[in-house]
């Protein structure tokens, strides 16, 4: 009998991922023989950890921090997605080629869209963040022709030159944390910085929530996250924790190596359910 095709998830740290078990769920739920693991690579291993996987017959794998960026270099060829996103989360591995892909975009966009049922069309949005996260979420979310997106940084330069990079692709504009233009109804706010994950708590900007905002976490926890709590103190519509968008992002590469997209709700539930 053939040995099951092997998969993937490398990044430092990677106890963490939640990767392996979402990937051991979408497999046994549409028969694909598969094998995925969690690959621990320091970033000066990382092009010998992708190499080697890639001799021993590995047919994919997912990248995490701190590699998106990174990995690039090690590609053969790149979707125009991971292009325009200038990060990569899926390699295959085909004739002897690697081919980078960046699933994390639509991932969020089929969290919004399907998942909570948002239409994103003409939505005003805010996004906090200018780092490697807010770059994989841009292009996509300005692909939906929001009224508005703007990105509100620490640093403002950061925030800035994303906003040179994907002027042609919408209405995105710039600005600081802590001057975020108080005279409009955000519909969307998406926390994109990596402070929670620090452990840090910046002051969000509390005049962007109102009782008709949507919270969206990019970080997901097993217990609230900062942002997500402050969202619920600000008396937020919802606010969300970006479980979604990481079982979204999983069926995508899923798809990309099995040709099979599965079913992510049972997924999700599994996940709620078991962290
Ligand atoms: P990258 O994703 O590029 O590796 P990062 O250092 O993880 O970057 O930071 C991602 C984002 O979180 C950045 O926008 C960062 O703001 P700066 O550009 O000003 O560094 C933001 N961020 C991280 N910690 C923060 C904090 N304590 N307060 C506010 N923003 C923070």
Same mark, same amino acid.
């Given at each position: ?11 430092? #740290? ?28 320091? #970033? ?50 085909? +004739?002897?080629?690697?081919?980078? +892909? ?8 089929? +969290? ?33 022709? #929001? ?129």
């Amino acid at each position: 009998m053939k040995s099951p095709d092997r998969y993937g998830v490398i990044g430092y #740290p990677i106890s963490h991922s939640r990767s392996p078990l979402i990937h051991r769920v979408f497999a046994e739920q549409t028969g694909e023989a598969i094998e995925y693991e969690p690959l621990k690579v320091r #970033p000066d291993k990382l092009e010998r950890a992708v190499r080697q996987f890639q001799r021993a017959g590995g047919k994919g794998l997912n990248v995490t921090a701190p590699h998106k960026s990174e990995v690039i270099k090690l590609c053969d060829h790149l979707s125009e997605r991971a292009a325009t996103a200038g990060a990569v989360n899926t390699l295959s591995f085909r +004739d002897h080629e690697i081919h980078g +892909d960046n699933t994390d975009g639509i991932g969020l966009l089929r +969290d919004l869209a399907v998942n909570h049922d948002l239409t994103l069309e003409n939505m005003r949005m805010l996004i906090l963040g200018a780092g490697g996260a807010t770059r994989g979420i841009i292009g996509p979310l300005l692909e939906m022709r #929001p009224a508005l997106l703007i990105i509100a940084n620490r640093t403002l330069g950061k925030a800035k030159a994303l906003t040179q990079h994907f002027s042609g692709f919408g209405p995105v504009s710039a600005c600081r944390l802590d001057e975020v233009p108080d005279d409009t109804d955000y519909e969307l706010v998406i926390n994109a910085t990596s402070a929670g994950l620090k452990g840090d708590t910046p002051s969000y900007p509390a005049a962007a929530v109102s009782p008709e905002t949507i919270c969206y976490d990019l970080s997901y926890g097993l217990s609230p996250t900062p942002f997500s709590i402050w969202a619920r103190e600000q008396g937020a519509a919802e606010s969300i924790m970006g479980w979604g968008m990481l079982v979204e992002q999983a069926a995508e590469s899923f798809n990309i190596w099995r040709g099979v997209r599965p079913q992510t709700a049972p997924v999700l539930e599994h996940m709620l359910i078991t962290v």
